[in-house]
């Protein structure tokens, strides 16, 4: 091959690469001016006035079908979301009243409870939930970690989470560690 041809590949690739780059940057300029007026919009409105939109929603839909425990379920959780803790406990609390026995709904509780400064409620709707699902393990998890941190009972934080890990034994924190690190890091400060 000639060193004249090799120049002319070379240049035919960097024409075929800035071609590319310009009909892709068109494009993009092409949809940013004629995006249409309801996307914008939905990009700029607050991801908080979404969701105060969504629980206005549901606050309606309970208000017209207030026998409804999935609408009451589904309030309680965007209250969640919201950290409204006063509030998505009385939606969870309306939800268990017309459908009890919703193991997954009852740690919801507990976790709102806890945040809400009441450590003992959240100890209760934990037992709840385990009793509904002796398996239940984020129950179990979290009901150490108030037992540990809010009740001050590393003791106990220890017994309900030696039982989680009986069934199972491979729970790990948040963090990424197993539990039994934490578990045994207790045991080692309570010894001295």
């Known amino acids: 091959m000639s060193e004249k041809t090799c120049v002319a590949k070379s240049t035919l690739y960097i024409a075929v690469a800035v071609s590319l780059l310009a009909g892709f940057l068109a494009g993009v300029v092409y949809t940013i001016y004629n995006a249409p007026a309801k996307v914008e919009q939905a990009q700029t409105q607050a991801p908080g006035s979404r969701q105060a939109a969504r629980i206005t929603q549901l606050e309606k839909l309970t208000k017209q079908h207030p026998d409804d425990a999935e609408?009451?379920?589904?309030?309680?959780?965007?209250?969640?979301?919201?950290?409204?803790?006063?509030?998505?406990?009385?939606?969870?609390?309306?939800?268990?009243?017309?459908?009890?026995?919703?193991?997954?709904?009852?740690?919801?509780?507990?976790?709102?409870?806890?945040?809400?400064?009441?450590?003992?409620?959240?100890?209760?709707?934990?037992?709840?939930?385990?009793?509904?699902?002796?398996?239940?393990?984020?129950?179990?998890?979290?009901?150490?970690?108030?037992?540990?941190?809010?009740?001050?009972?590393?003791?106990?934080?220890?017994?309900?989470?030696?039982?989680?890990?009986?069934?199972?034994?491979?729970?790990?924190?948040?963090?990424g560690p197993p539990l039994t690190e934490l578990i045994q890091k207790i045991k080692k400060q309570q010894k001295k």
């Not at 590393?154 to 199972?168: H, I, T, Y």
């Open 71 to 175: 609408s009451w379920t589904n309030l309680g959780h965007a209250y969640f979301d919201a950290n409204q803790c006063t509030q998505a406990i009385t939606a969870y609390n309306k939800s268990l009243d017309i459908r009890p026995g919703n193991a997954d709904l009852l740690t919801d509780l507990g976790v709102m409870y806890r945040r809400n400064h009441q450590p003992q409620k959240a100890i209760e709707a934990f037992n709840r939930a385990i009793k509904e699902n002796p398996q239940h393990e984020q129950a179990r998890f979290n009901k150490g970690v108030i037992l540990l941190n809010d009740l001050h009972d590393p003791a106990g934080a220890v017994r309900v989470w030696e039982g989680l890990l009986q069934l199972n034994p491979q729970v790990r924190l948040p963090s």
